[in-house]
Nanobody
Framework: VQLVESGGGLVQPGGSLRLSCAAS????????MSWYRQSPGKERELVAA????????NYADSVKGRFTISRDNAKNTAYLQMNSLKAEDTAVYYC??????????WGQGTQVTVSS
């Protein structure tokens, strides 16, 4: 089982980044996919989640209207488009795959730094 995040980096306030999460070794199309983030001294928090077929999404209030979660089940990949980034979005972003009663898998994380 692997979840490999990519796309993080340093970006100026107001800029954009697109994170990707490439999955393998489990039934991606049957899994709810989520993005979490954690910054130093804070608990890991849910940023966005998308249902297995992609029909339902939900977002943390702090990112609504700025971030968009999506998935491509043919490519076993989930995405997080992040626009209008703020300094407070700085964190390590983690991809999560969940299937109730069966499994929950985590990626290794990718650093996002928003700074001028």
């Amino acid at each position: 089982v692997q979840l490999v995040e990519s796309g993080g980096g340093l970006v100026q306030p107001g800029g954009s980044l697109r994170l990707s999460c490439a999955a393998s070794g489990f039934s991606f199309s049957s899994s709810r996919m989520s993005w979490y983030r954690q910054s130093p001294g804070k608990e890991r928090e849910l940023v966005a989640a998308i249902s297995s077929a992609g029909g339902t999404t939900n977002y943390a209030d702090s990112v609504k209207g700025r971030f968009t979660i999506s998935r491509d089940n043919a490519k076993n990949t989930a995405y997080l488009q992040m626009n209008s980034l703020k300094a407070e979005d700085t964190a390590v972003y983690y991809c999560d795959a969940y299937r109730r009663g069966l499994y929950e898998y985590w990626g290794q994380g990718t650093q996002v730094t928003v700074s001028s």
